[in-house]
C-alpha cells in the first residue's frame, strides 16, 4: 500500500535520526549520503536525475530539509550545515508523524498564497515532488556547462584547476588514455609538490563505483592522486570507491560542487546583492497592543 504523502517526506526521519546521532549538526552531503545509505536507496534510483539534470533522490532529501526547517525542526542555515533546533532535538522519533508534519507546514504555504499572488517560497503538489525543481542560477549555469562540447569541457576544468591554485595544467584528451584528461602539479609548499591526474565527465546521471575504479587503475604508477569532476553527481558507493583505505585518493567534484567553486572563483558568475522579505520578523508588530 503506498503511504500517503509525496515521496520525499520518507527522509524526514532519516534527517532527524542522523542529526540526533551527529551530536546536533552535520554537512550537506553528510546528511544527504548517510540518508540514502540510512535507506537503503539502490544505485539504480541515485542514478535518476530531474528534468535539470539534478539527483532525484538527493533533490527529495533537500524537500526534506526544506520542511523540516519550516516545521521548525532545523534552524535555517544556509552556509552548507544542518541543524536541529530544540524543538528537533527534543522530538520522539518514535512517535514522529512525517505526514502530519507535512499537512502543517502545507497550510502555511496555502496562507502565505493568499496573502501574495505569488508564493515566494516554492509550493509542492504532494502527488508529485518533480515540482521542486529549483530553476535559479545555479540550475542555469550547470545547463551552460553541459550545454559544452567535450573539449570546451575540459578546458573550462582547467582554468578551473589553475585558479584554484594547480599549476602545470594540461589538458591531453587522448583517447584510449584510460579517461585521463589532464595532468596538473599541486605546489603545497616551496618544499612539497605532487603531480594530480583529471578526469572531466560531463554527465548527466551519476558516476558509479565501476568508473572510478577504471579512473584508479589508469592512474596507477602515473601520479599521486585523482581528481574526478563531473556536472553530475556520485553515487554513495562511488564515493566510498573514491576514500577506499589501501588504495590511491581521488577527490571528487560533483555539479554542486563545481557550482561552488564558480561562486568562490566569480567565475562565469556577475554576482549581485537582493534581499527578500522575513515575513516572522514582522509577526510581534501584527498583534494589537
Known amino acids: 500500500m503506498k503511504s500517503k504523502g509525496p515521496e ?4 524526514f526521519k532519516p534527517i532527524l535520526q542522523i542529526l540526533k546521532d551527529s551530536g546536533g549538526s552535520g554537512t550537506t ?3 544527504i549520503d548517510r540518508a540514502i545509505e540510512l535507506l537503503q536507496i539502490p544505485e ?8 535539470n539534470g539534478q539527483s532525484r533522490v538527493r533533490n527529495q532529501v533537500q524537500w526534506g530539509r526544506l520542511y523540516l526547517v519550516r516545521a521548525g525542526y532545523l534552524d535555517s542555515s544556509r552556509r552548507g550545515v544542518w541543524s536541529l533546533t530544540e524543538k528537533g532535538s527534543q522530538t520522539d522519533l518514535a512517535t514522529f508523524d512525517p505526514y502530519h508534519v507535512f499537512q502543517i507546514v502545507q497550510k502555511e504555504f496555502h496562507a502565505e498564497k493568499k496573502k501574495k499572488k505569488e508564493i515566494e517560497e516554492p509550493f509542492i503538489d504532494e502527488r508529485d515532488e518533480t515540482s521542486a525543481e529549483d530553476a ?3 540550475s542555469e549555469l550547470l545547463a551552460v556547462i553541459k550545454s559544452l562540447p567535450p573539449s570546451g569541457f575540459e578546458r573550462l576544468c582547467q582554468r578551473v584547476l589553475r585558479e584554484s591554485g594547480f599549476q602545470e595544467v594540461v589538458v591531453t584528451g587522448r583517447t584510449g588514455d584510460g579517461g585521463i584528461d589532464g595532468i596538473g602539479v ?12 583529471f578526469q572531466c565527465k560531463r554527465y548527466q546521471g551519476s558516476v558509479t563505483p565501476s568508473q572510478v575504479r577504471d579512473f584508479r587503475g589508469a592512474m596507477a604508477g602515473r601520479a599521486d592522486k585523482g581528481i574526478m569532476m563531473t556536472t553530475g553527481t556520485f553515487t554513495v558507493e562511488a564515493k566510498k ?3 577506499r583505505d589501501g588504495a590511491a585518493p581521488i577527490e571528487l567534484v560533483a555539479g554542486e560542487d563545481l557550482v561552488k567553486l564558480f561562486e568562490d572563483l566569480e567565475l562565469g558568475l556577475l554576482p ?3 534581499f527578500e522579505v522575513d515575513r516572522k520578523f514582522f509577526d510581534e508588530f501584527s498583534r494589537v497592543a
Open 8 to 11: 520525499f517526506i520518507r527522509f
Open 29 to 31: 552531503s553528510e546528511v
Open 44 to 51: 539504480s534510483e541515485q542514478e535518476v536525475t530531474l528534468k
Open 136 to 138: 535559479d542560477y545555479k
Open 186 to 197: 599541486l605546489q603545497v609548499n616551496p618544499f612539497v609538490s605532487f603531480n594530480v591526474l
Open 241 to 243: 570507491e573514491a576514500r
Open 272 to 274: 549581485k546583492k537582493t
